[in-house]
């Protein structure tokens, strides 16, 4: 192969930079990155992207080999723009910062101590990457795929190369030294020294003509000032989980981002990163520590955030009408709920729910206190309800999640760990699932196998929506305002439906009272619904998709975009509504005082009303609350205590009065063994009676059961008839 002729190169790359054009609609030419060289010229504009399928229609060798070499190709396009640049300004910059008086001194003096027959250009002293004040990005062609972590070897080094990956770490933005400026203190002449690796050996003595002469030896003083600086942040990616091979554990890769390309991505983005895969090279006694080993970077020419699944990026454009329409059409609401894993049969309002949560209520903020606005759901139900499925649809489906377990996640890893920075030495925050999924969700799956002292951290998050933290000389607090979707299994594995709901459960009422929705899902046999959802499953077993339903779903992308423009509404609750709103509550408290099995009522529920009618109305894109969302809100609140009570009743309807009064009898005899330190099963008369009768049975049955379970030998009752002793 022929050794290439660099220069040859560069006056291609310049030329394709002054040619290149676009026609636009009138059939006019558009000079595409003409107009971005004026706009650098004047100082409007400071990154130059060049995009590679522009370069690929003039001339697709060029791309070949800016792909294979991009590292060099940079420098070449970047030397071509510093001299075109001149013949593009068109007026003088006003605003001049420093760096612009500085360079303009530097020519000046140089004109004025140097020999009027030297003609030599006055920048070549200088070098470039001082006097520049524009940076260049290559983008790469639409042609090239998306590579996994693990696939970037040794053959990709120096090569320009798409990585897609979660950002694990993302440092401070610091600056940089790209060039480091000294002065003599004999000669006062100004050094120079560009700077390619992380590390360098400072100059000391004064390299200039007048130094060496007269043997005067000047030392060099670094001058921060004279030097430049760039923009500099480092950040690590991993692979995402669905690219990891089996038994391996998902690898990460460093990005160095430079001048614009910092502060793009957060912690727990989903990006693709192109950039030039280069080794890192280490110098002096770094090189000696490390041995034989080297490591490598990618360095950041583009960074775009995409979607977890598809590899689209993330759509910010508004819906079409025609999408629009298709959406808002009757029975939107019913449709939407649908289309939340239509692979999964049933569970109607519980979809609904998880599509309210998605859209989340409206956030409030009176004078410094804070009302949250996301929407908080445990699912509760029996092994086999497809909780978990739900629970890995919604994770998909939400922009920003994250996916975590009961027992396989500490307290530390939801809210923030302490770490060292390896770079810097510092003790560092590290966010964990619950910062990473900061306006989003997230699944907290097996919910009721975390240990007590982990699950105690989830109570800040849910409602005040930031994590406080002092540990390790940092006192901060975290913004975490994310909706927590948990799914738990009932204290017995299954629901019994001899014991209270308290007892099934066992969670804390402290937690319970901070989910706006409890579904408790219930696995009863019933033989019609069992025949559908049976030839529901087989159907999906066969052909890898939902049945023909009387709707299509609609697919995932329109649901994402759909949602995030229902986001920016914020519906307002009217006058009317208020009293409304406020006697249903009233009344629910009653209710919960009255009947003794229900779940905790607090003021908390009141707000929960509130935020799911808020929610349901941004969901129609309509900027009032109306009576409907509020009658919805409050029948989801309903149904997701349903399940239960149905099952509840017809439990204690199968039971005889007679045997409701033995089992509080024997719990009284129990507790009183507890109580007196085992005073055998002795029930004074009087408290059995006050207890049987609190709970709603006639004084009539009592006397029935009292002489019915006498025969039978199970207690007996002495002669004043005032205590009644177990057998």
């Excluded at 002729?5 to 394709?16: G, V, W």
């Excluded at 396009?77 to 006003?94: C, Q």
């Excluded at 994310?482 to 014991?499: D, E, M, Q, T, V």
């Amino acid at each position: 192969m022929a050794p290439k002729d660099y220069s040859a190169e560069k006056e291609k790359c310049k030329r394709f930079l002054q040619e290149f054009y676009n026609e636009d609609d009138s059939g006019k030419k558009v000079f595409k990155y003409g107009a971005q060289l004026v706009a650098l010229a004047h100082r409007e504009q400071v990154a130059l992207h060049v995009d590679l399928d522009d370069v690929a229609t003039e001339d697709p060798e060029l791309v070949e080999s800016i792909s294979e070499n991009a590292k060099r190709y940079t420098g070449l396009f970047a030397d071509a723009i510093h001299e075109l640049l001149p013949e593009y300004r068109e007026r003088d910059i006003v605003a001049k910062d420093s760096l612009d008086v500085y360079i303009e001194h530097r020519l000046m003096m140089e004109q004025r101590g140097r020999d009027p027959a030297d003609t030599r250009d006055s920048r070549n002293q200088y070098p470039a990457e001082l006097m520049r004040r524009f940076e260049l990005y290559i983008k790469p062609p639409s042609t090239s795929k998306p590579k996994v972590v693990r696939d970037v070897r040794a053959d990709s080094i120096g090569q320009l190369v798409t990585v897609r990956g979660i950002v694990t770490r993302a440092t401070e933005v610091k600056p940089m030294m790209a060039v480091a400026t000294y002065t003599c203190d004999q000669c006062g002449a100004e050094t120079y020294q560009p700077i390619q690796s992380p590390s360098f050996m400072p100059l000391i003595m004064c390299p200039s003509q007048e130094c060496v002469t007269n043997k005067s030896g000047g030392r060099l003083y670094l001058q921060t000032r004279g030097s430049k600086f760039v923009k500099f942040q480092e950040l690590r990616i991993q692979e995402h989980s669905d690219q990891v091979p089996v038994g391996n554990i998902p690898r990460s890769m460093t990005v160095y981002a430079r001048g614009e390309n910092t502060r793009l991505a957060q912690p727990g983005d989903h990006v693709a990163i192109a950039g030039v895969f280069l080794p890192l090279l280490r110098t002096g006694f770094k090189q000696a520590v490390q041995g034989l080993l080297s490591e490598t970077y990618l360095e950041a020419h583009s960074i775009t955030l995409v979607n977890k699944t598809e590899d689209d990026e993330l759509a910010g454009e508004e819906l079409s009408e025609e999408e629009q329409r298709r959406i808002t059409e009757e029975g939107f609401y019913e449709k939407l709920a649908g289309s939340i894993a239509p692979e999964i049969y049933g569970h109607e309002d519980v979809k609904k729910a998880l599509l309210l949560l998605l859209v989340g209520g409206v956030q409030q903020a009176p004078k410094g206190m804070k009302i949250r606005g996301t929407i908080n759901i445990c699912l509760m139900g029996d092994p086999g309800v497809a909780k978990s499925q739900l629970l890995s649809y919604l994770d998909r489906l939400a922009p920003r999640s994250q996916y975590t377990t009961g027992r396989g996640s500490s307290g530390v890893g939801l809210t923030a760990a302490v770490m060292r920075d390896p770079l810097t030495g510092e003790m560092t925050l590290e966010g964990g699932a619950l910062v990473l999924a900061d306006q989003g969700v997230c699944c907290i799956d097996e919910f009721d196998k975390m240990a007590d002292a982990d699950r105690t951290a989830i109570h800040e998050v849910m409602e005040q929506q930031t994590i406080s933290i002092a540990k390790a000389g940092i006192m901060t607090s975290l913004n975490a305002r994310c909706s927590i979707l948990a799914a738990a299994n009932p204290a017995y594995g299954r629901y019994n439906p001899r014991k209270s709901i308290e007892q099934n459960i066992q969670l804390p009422a402290a937690l319970l009272s901070r989910f706006d929705l409890l579904w408790l899902i219930q696995d009863k046999p019933d033989a019609d619904a069992d025949l559908r959802l049976a030839q529901h499953i087989t159907y999906v077993h066969q052909h890898c998709r939902q049945p023909p339903t009387h709707f299509t779903p609609i697919d995932m992308k329109l649901m994402r975009r759909y949602i995030s423009v229902c986001k920016k509404q914020q519906p307002v609750v009217p006058e009317a509504l208020a009293d409304y709103i406020t006697a249903a509550y009233v009344e629910m408290r009653k209710e919960a005082r009255v009947s003794k099995d229900t779940t905790f009522t607090s003021a908390r529920t009141l707000l929960s009303i509130l935020r799911l009618s808020t929610a349901l109305a941004r969901l129609r894109m309509v900027d009032t609350v109306e009576k409907e969302d509020v009658n919805e809100a409050m029948r989801l609140m309903e149904m997701s205590k349903d399940s239960l009570q149905a099952d509840k009743s017809s439990a204690s309807r199968a039971q005889r009065p007679a045997d409701v009064i033995f089992s509080l009898l024997r719990e009284l005899a129990t507790e009183g063994v507890a109580g007196r330190g085992g005073a055998g099963g002795v029930v004074r008369m009087a408290d059995a009676e006050q207890r049987c009768v609190s709970r709603g049975f006639t004084p009539a049955q009592f006397q029935e059961a009292l002489e019915e379970y006498e025969e039978l030998n199970v207690w007996q009752i002495n002669q004043a008839r005032s205590r009644i002793t177990f057998v």
